[in-house]
């Protein structure tokens, strides 16, 4: 695994240069200010993917949930979220 880090933001690729990593966001963005947002996103293998919370933060409290790359538009809350991941599971 690669990481990228400066003022701005962290980076963390896979050998194959796609964003990756299995224990935290592998984008985090540090800025902050009147126009952008800090956030955090997490990926695996170059998709946007997340089990155990939103895949993407932003630190003015909006979050969005994936699931291997797929948006899931309709999922507000980590509750939604695992309810339709058990619901899934069982399809």
Do not use: C
């Not at 224990?23 to 996103?41: E, M, Q, R, T, Y």
């Not at 895949?55 to 979220?81: C, D, H, P, T």
Request: no cysteine; aromatic share 20%.
């Amino acid at each position: 695994m690669t990481k990228i880090e400066n003022n701005d933001y962290i980076k963390y690729f896979d050998e194959n240069g796609k964003y990756h990593r299995e224990d935290g966001p592998a984008f985090i963005s540090k800025i902050n200010n009147s126009v952008f947002s800090s956030f955090k996103h997490w990926y695996i293998h170059g998709k946007i993917h997340r089990l155990d919370g939103p895949a993407v933060e932003y630190s003015n409290g909006i979050s969005y949930w994936y699931l291997e790359g797929r948006f899931l538009s309709k999922i507000k809350s980590q509750e939604e979220f695992e309810r339709y991941f058990k619901l899934i599971i069982f399809l």
